[in-house]
């Protein structure tokens, strides 16, 4: 009984996205961690347990007709935990019981609704949401309670546990991290285990509800989340650093300042820490950072160690620097027939000879004036890291080599260039027009100069094509940048990289003229967008930002 276009689900697809929902809540996503996460909340707080248990449920319910949650976010519990921090809040109206308990559904409506608009403008600003659509409906309520003369924050509220009761909803908690990250799990209970100490030895009561909100709802989740937003990254353990920092020094603040006495601070300070972590880390590249797929390629080249990578580069790197592709012909005369820029034509026709010769040289006028991206200050900067060993570009432009790349295959030449086709000996660029008035030959043999670029049917020139192979021949990773592959020359390395056992990682705007294999990484992305987010992944900084 499904409505059009609501897709199948099951009962155990609603379990499992009303229990990952509740996971959320300690930044966990498995359905297993969803029930320690009911566990330690019912040892501490039978009735939050309950409110955010029926939180999660009405979220589930209504998510996805309703509030048009996709089946994605609907499945992952995204929708259902904003309602299970709301529930888990509203535990000490729900213990208390009569009237005030029939307004717990209004909320929750009120809670689904204003996550599409926060979600909305947090994405205008780049930074994850968290559950900050259910914090805000919790201090609404406060508001609306505290108009109608009623306490909705009883504080503390009636709850007593013991000390078993808090060991064990630790121990499940603990648990939960482990399963998900052994290694920022375990530092995280150091920190934790440090905050309280510091408390003890300041004479705190680490135990009392006040003070738990700082280390146990501040200090320790924003710790756990930042460093398993970037687990696998040094800047990892930064982030997780500065987000701990930033959450006990805007606990602390809002605890003393008597203006915000009023308002609980709930997870504010928490979700404030990860924001300034965010920000102070990622900076303008933050949301590729997070992204999934950007991760796993800085993972993979991370992982392919010293000089394991290679890439492989095109036209696409270099549009955002205003040069055409030159491998599509975009930079010839309109109207004029491809055949005659071709090699044979160079070779046998003196006008073709002049047409290339002028087209060369308004190439190379723009590519003269044409500054080096972010993604070739990018790549220059993962290679003096040592991450890359080589770049192959398809590009004649030379902006790897002004961004500072050391080792550049320049598959097809570079335009700045003028050889002889029989000699090979390389000369000067002529002056302006020069190749209007006749034949530019060689001083030397009389042979025909020609710009140093590869014509349509003109073959790479051996040395060149065996630096290419070799280097492609020896990495583990192939980062295949800004080209559709529709050249055979590239096509062929990008089938040597795989047949000697390379992963690929491609970053492009368009299709591929090559099958995309189930373990590849493909990055829908600019490449001046996608490249410095991996750079800084990797910790790697751009010698210099060209815009
Ligand atoms: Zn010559």
Redo the contacts with the bound molecule.
């Keep these: 009984m499904n409505g059009a276009g609501a897709p199948a689900s099951t009962w155990r697809d609603a379990g499992g996205a009303w229990l990952r929902g509740i996971a959320q809540i300690a930044f966990l996503e498995h359905w297993l961690d969803g029930v320690l996460v009911l566990a330690a909340t019912a040892l501490l707080s039978p009735w939050s347990a309950v409110g955010a248990a029926l939180g999660a449920l009405f979220a589930v319910a209504l998510g996805r007709r309703v509030f048009r949650q996709t089946e994605w976010e609907w499945q992952a519990g995204f929708g259902a935990y904003d309602c299970a921090i709301m529930g888990l809040l509203w535990g000490s109206v729900l213990a208390r019981g009569g009237a005030p308990v029939l307004l717990f559904p209004l909320f929750l409506l009120l809670c689904l609704a204003l996550r599409g608009p926060v979600h909305r403008i947090m994405a205008k600003l780049g930074l994850p949401p968290f559950a900050l659509p259910g914090l805000m409906t919790v201090w609404i309520a406060l508001g609306v309670f505290s108009v109608l003369g009623a306490n909705f924050w009883v504080y503390p509220v009636p709850l007593d546990p013991t000390a078993t009761e808090i060991g064990l909803a630790i121990a499940c908690i603990v648990i939960g991290v482990l399963r998900k990250n052994g290694r920022v799990a375990s530092a995280t209970v150091l920190l934790a285990v440090c905050t309280v100490g510091m408390m003890h030895w300041s004479g705190q009561d680490p135990w009392s509800i006040g003070a738990a909100g700082l280390w146990a709802f501040t200090v320790t989740p924003a710790f756990f989340a930042a460093a398993t937003m970037l687990s696998g990254f040094r800047l990892g353990w930064v982030a997780g650093a500065i987000a701990a920092v930033a959450a006990a020094a805007v606990w602390l603040a809002w605890m003393a300042l008597p203006a915000l006495a009023a308002v609980p601070p709930l997870m504010a300070p928490l979700f404030i820490g990860l924001w300034v972590a965010t920000l102070l880390c990622l900076g303008r590249d933050r949301v590729l950072c997070m992204d999934p797929s950007t991760q796993a390629a800085a993972r993979q080249i991370t992982a392919a160690g010293r000089g394991g990578a290679v890439v492989l580069s095109g036209a696409g790197i270099s549009t955002a620097a205003g040069i055409p592709d030159y491998t599509a012909g975009a930079w010839l005369d309109v109207g004029v027939p491809l055949a005659r820029y071709g090699y044979g034509a160079f070779l046998s026709d003196p006008g073709s000879r002049a047409l290339y010769w002028a087209a060369c040289a308004r190439f190379r006028v723009v590519a003269d004036h044409a500054r080096p991206c972010a993604s070739h200050a990018a790549l220059a900067a993962i290679e003096a890291h040592g991450l890359v060993s080589t770049v192959v570009t398809q590009n004649v432009d030379d902006l790897h080599q002004k961004a500072g790349a050391r080792n550049v295959v320049d598959l097809h030449g570079t335009i700045f260039k003028v050889r002889?086709l029989?000699?090979g000996?390389g000369h000067e660029w002529p002056a302006d027009d020069a190749w209007f008035a006749g034949d530019l030959l060689?001083p030397?043999?009389n042979?025909f100069l020609k710009p140093a670029v590869i014509a349509f049917g003109e073959e790479i020139p051996a040395a060149v094509w065996q630096a290419a192979l070799q280097a492609v021949s020896n990495c583990r990773v192939l980062l295949v940048v800004g080209t559709q592959l529709a050249v055979g020359a590239a096509l062929n390395l990008v089938a040597t990289a795989r047949a000697r056992g390379a992963k690929s990682i491609f970053i492009t705007m368009g299709t591929l003229a090559c099958p995309v294999f189930p373990g590849d990484i493909m990055l829908i992305q600019p490449a001046e967008r996608a490249l410095p987010a991996i750079a800084r992944l990797l910790g790697v900084t751009p010698m210099a930002r060209a815009s």
Excluded: N
């Design positions: 002889c029989q000699c000996v060689c030397q043999c042979g």
